[in-house]
């Protein structure tokens, strides 16, 4: 087990959902949510859900801390103030990121992330196809500083701070072995997504 937390965003409106909580979800017969915990608490020693709404995730902590809810500091509901809260409130200097609507996350994947870090990493991300994956990476304590320099001028895109940070890209090559499928970014986040990932047989 790695000395790294593991943060799932759960703070997200749902909208594109009708309003259901893309976390419970049920995918093979269990909740997204669910899924996800399985394969992180195999790998990490501890799991942060940032939510705004604690309460509806209270089955799922744990009396130890092991699985703990978190809540943002900063307002506003965005991608960056989940990835910002797991951040100051984990325990370990770098966490792993993770949406709560990725069914199907690979352990190799995460495996392959966590070898990437370097002493001096700020952030390890996945890069495929020209694009950046910011919600399936690793981000240290380190970026702190200058993620909270955007969110006070509530800038919430989540690359405006690489330039400010020491990143470390994976490329396509080694992503595609660890995961061929790519099937770790896969997001379960509309109600046609959910039909497709019904017919998943993984």
């Known amino acids: 087990m790695n000395r790294l937390s593991a943060v799932i965003v759960a703070g997200g409106l749902n909208s594109r959902m009708g309003g259901k909580n893309k976390a419970f979800l049920q995918i093979g017969g ?16 501890e799991i942060l859900i940032v939510t705004k709404n604690p309460l509806e995730y209270s089955s799922y902590t ?6 703990r809810t978190v809540s943002d500091l900063y307002g506003d509901r965005a991608s ?12 370990n200097h770098f966490c792993f990121i993770v949406p709560c609507d990725a ?28 694009y950046y994956q910011p919600l399936c990476a690793i981000y240290s304590k380190s970026c702190l500083p200058a993620v909270e320099e ?15 940070i020491n990143l470390k890209r994976v490329g396509k090559d080694k992503l595609e ?16 997504a959910f039909e497709e990932s ?4 993984f």
């Not at 744990?62 to 699985?67: A, E, L, M, P, V």
């Not at 994947?109 to 991300?125: A, F, K, M």
């Not at 072995?177 to 046609?192: I, Y």
């Open 62 to 67: 744990t009396k130890d801390n092991f699985i």
């Open 177 to 192: 072995r660890a995961d061929p499928q790519m099937l770790s970014f896969v997001n379960v986040n509309t109600p046609e």
């Open 103 to 130: 069914p199907f996350i690979q352990r190799s994947l995460i495996r392959l992330l966590v070898d990437s870090i370097e002493p001096e990493t700020d952030v390890v991300i996945p890069y495929y196809d020209g």
């Open 30 to 45: 269990q909740t997204i949510l669910s899924r996800l915990i399985a394969v992180l608490e195999k790998e990490f020693d």
């Open 80 to 91: 960056l103030t989940g990835i910002h809260a797991g951040i100051y409130h984990a325990k």
């Open 198 to 201: 019904l017919k998943a047989e």
């Open 150 to 164: 955007l969110l006070k001028k509530s800038d919430y895109r989540i690359f405006n701070f690489f330039n400010k």
